[in-house]
């Protein structure tokens, strides 16, 4: 059985800074396609970043240079290092994964990945 455990999530102020991780077990491939997604209430799900295996990556327009997403084969972890974040950043994030290729654009990648966490609560305040 695939399981993705997300941790790391929590509540800070704005400009504050959070790592969120995802311990992938079961599933381990030479080509996987990473991602993570978040949901605020009463939003659409939206992508935030995806890593590919050759190491290439994608962010949104609202993270990008904020947000750092890794991957550690070693530990088939998945990493998400968020820094000087914003109010508007606060929802539940969720890391997912499947094989590789990413088929999509990081907006449309949520609807290709059959493996997904459960989630972790990013709060932040101003």
């Known amino acids: 059985q695939v399981l993705l455990l997300e941790s790391g999530g929590g509540s800070v102020q704005s400009g504050g800074s959070l790592r969120l991780s995802c311990i992938i077990n079961?599933?381990?491939?030479?080509?996987?396609?990473w991602g993570w997604f978040r949901r605020a209430p009463g939003k659409e799900r939206e992508g935030v970043a995806l890593?590919?295996?050759?190491?290439?990556?994608d962010y949104a327009d609202s993270v990008k240079g904020r947000f750092t997403i890794s991957q550690d084969n070693a530990d088939n972890t998945l990493y998400l290092q968020m820094n000087s974040l914003k109010p508007e950043d606060t929802a539940m994030y969720y890391c997912?994964?499947?094989?590789?290729?990413?088929?999509?654009?990081?907006?449309?990648?949520?609807?290709?990945?059959?493996?997904w966490g459960q989630g972790t609560q990013v709060t932040v305040s101003s």
């Open positions: 997912a994964t499947d094989l590789g290729p990413c088929l999509r654009g990081l907006q449309a990648l949520g609807d290709t990945l059959n493996y």
């Open positions: 079961n599933f381990k491939y030479s080509n996987q396609c």
């Open positions: 890593i590919e295996s050759d190491g290439s990556t």
